[in-house]
């Protein structure tokens, strides 16, 4: 899936005070509209948790996806499914240690 707005995904993904839907395509060029959930930076690569608006196959309504930011052969960003359960799973895991720890546990 790739941003198609005139502001560069990053630009969107970093600006604290956006809070209006991030909208990508799938590969039939479909737009899918998506709350961000958080921004996660591990391991060197860019994370960003996304939650659909829109009903999307195969994801229940409480859940969320994990993309990573790549970037293009023209060096612009664009978001990717991580496709790695494992590597999903710790960036929940990072999560929801940032969670504990905004919550003072």
């Keep these: 899936m790739e941003e198609k707005k005139e502001l560069g995904i990053m630009d969107i993904?970093?600006?604290?005070?956006?809070?209006?839907?991030?909208?990508?395509?799938?590969?039939n060029d479909r737009a899918v509209k998506f709350d961000q959930v958080a921004i996660i930076p591990m391991d060197?690569?860019?994370?960003?948790?996304?939650k659909p608006i829109d009903p999307l196959e195969g994801v229940a309504d409480d859940e969320a996806i994990v993309f990573y930011?790549?970037?293009?052969?023209?060096?612009?960003?664009?978001?990717?499914?991580?496709?790695?359960?494992?590597?999903?799973?710790?960036?929940?895991?990072?999560?929801?240690k940032l969670l504990d720890k905004a919550e003072g546990k």
């Design 69 to 96: 930011v790549n970037e293009d052969g023209d060096g612009d960003a664009t978001l990717e499914v991580e496709t790695d359960e494992p590597t999903a799973m710790l960036v929940f895991d990072e999560y929801y």
């Design 13 to 27: 993904l970093l600006d604290e005070d956006n809070e209006d839907p991030i909208t990508l395509y799938d590969e």
């Design 44 to 50: 060197n690569k860019l994370y960003a948790i996304l």
